[in-house]
T-cell receptor, first 112, second 115 residues
Framework: DAKTTQPTSMDCAEGRAANLPCNHS???????VYWYRQIHSQGPQYIIH???NNETNEMASLIITEDRKSSTLILPHATLRDTAVYYC?????????????FGSGTQLTVLP | GAVVSQHPSWVICKSGTSVKIECRSL??????MFWYRQFPKQSLMLMAT?????????EQGVEKDKFLINHASLTLSTLTVTSAHPEDSSFYIC???????????FGSGTRLTVV
């Protein structure tokens, strides 16, 4: 699975959009970009994933660059409850279950 | 959506005793489950992959005789920490692949404190 690079921490004002970048310059053509978040002392929570097209769901939007070497997770209207560590993970979806490998992630702090 | 239930959410045990942690997939079948460990201010580290009906696969450096994994059904995997020591105190998290979003659903985690 390709390695990812994320900033260690970010702050965002409540009600504003939070844009979390992820660099995955060695991504392969069959590898997806997954985003999870972990609120303190809880298990990780799935947010969104995509291959090459931009994706949106009720939680967030995922913007993947055309060359697929980086992506941005967007939380359109951040709330205090969005304070968490956000993990960007790249892996192939081979159809069989393989583990997710977590990097250090980005600590997002939403400020009142 | 997919739900993975993990119990207990926290446990305190004495050094030398064993602790069992359960991980259940509530609305889907999971032939494979994963067990992670997370120390304070660190990321999740995979301990082992649990396969229904067969032996678990352990990551390098994880003692299989200390961390016993049983995956006897398609909805239940258990992790038993045997002869626990204070250095085993950690946050243990299980996960399973679901077919709902083709992602991985995680349990809420178990905080183990060995005193």
């Amino acid at each position: 699975d390709a390695k990812t690079t994320q900033p260690t921490s970010m702050d965002c004002a409540e009600g504003r959009a939070a844009n979390l970048p992820c660099n995955h310059s060695t991504i392969s053509g069959n590898e997806y970009v997954y985003w999870y978040r972990q609120i303190h002392s809880q298990g990780p929570q799935y947010i969104i994933h995509g291959l090459k097209n931009n994706e949106t769901n009720e939680m967030a939007s995922l913007i993947i660059t055309e060359d697929r070497k980086s992506s941005t997770l967007i939380l359109p209207h951040a709330t205090l409850r969005d304070t968490a560590v956000y993990y960007c993970i790249v892996r192939a979806d081979s159809g069989s279950a393989r583990q997710l490998t977590f990097g250090s992630g980005t600590q997002l702090t939403v400020l009142p | 959506g997919a739900v993975v239930s993990q119990h207990p959410s926290w446990v305190i045990c004495k050094s030398g005793t064993s602790v069992k942690i359960e991980c259940r997939s509530l609305d889907f079948q999971a032939t494979t489950m994963f067990w992670y460990r997370q120390f304070p201010k660190q990321s999740l580290m995979l301990m082992a992959t649990s396969n229904e009906g067969s032996k678990a696969t352990y990551e390098q450096g994880v003692e299989k005789d200390k961390f016993l994994i049983n995956h006897a059904s398609l909805t239940l995997s258990t992790l038993t920490v045997t002869s626990a020591h204070p250095e085993d105190s950690s946050f243990y998290i299980c996960s399973a692949r679901d077919n709902w979003n083709y992602g991985y659903t995680f349990g809420s985690g178990t905080r183990l404190t060995v005193v």
